[in-house]
């Protein structure tokens, strides 16, 4: 019975069906706004300190830039949200 259950187990996992592989995989264009404005430091930290200045929490809004060849991350915005335990009491 045991030696039954061992073979049963073994070829349940031999069984298994591979990952998907695709001939051509889909491309995907990135598109880069050039009007997008980068929020500079100076505006970032003083509008966070508004933000916790209300009792908020500030959430940066994330861009794509293409710098030198490489692709960087830019602060387009920032979003003023409450706070994560704003429920709980506990700030």
Partial sequence: MK???ILL???GCSTTPSPVQYANPPVVPIVLD????????EE???????????G???????????VSGYLTDIVIDL????KRNIFDGKF
Wanted: charge should be positive; aromatic fraction near 4%.
């Fill in 3 to 5: 030696y039954l259950l």
């Fill in 34 to 41: 050039p009007k997008v404005q980068q929020m500079s430091r």
């Fill in 56 to 66: 908020l929490r500030a959430v940066p809004v994330f861009s794509k830039r293409l």
């Fill in 44 to 54: 970032v930290i003083s509008a966070t300190i508004q933000c916790e200045n209300s």
């Fill in 9 to 11: 187990i073994l070829a």
């Fill in 79 to 82: 979003q003023c949200l409450p």
